[in-house]
């Protein structure tokens, strides 16, 4: 059983948060109302992993042409 996690980044001045677990095999889900991303853990800390795959669902999001998310991302 996997159980899910709590992650949280600062962009732009604001907070965006998702949800991630890590399943058998060192794979780490981040999900988002906008999206979800997985990786191998690797030699990172999950916690960490999980915080830079929600960066980059937000980036992801905010690049779209009618994002869910607003404002510039900058970085």
Known sequence: M???EFVEVQIDGKTYSGTYEV???GVVTV????GRKSTQVGSS???VV???LLREL???EKARPDPMIE???TG
């Open 2 to 4: 996997t159980t899910r």
């Open 23 to 25: 399943v058998s095999g």
């Open 31 to 34: 999900s988002t109302p906008y």
């Open 45 to 47: 800390p999950p916690g």
């Open 50 to 52: 999980a915080r830079n």
């Open 58 to 60: 937000v980036r992801e």
């Open 71 to 73: 404002g510039p991302c």
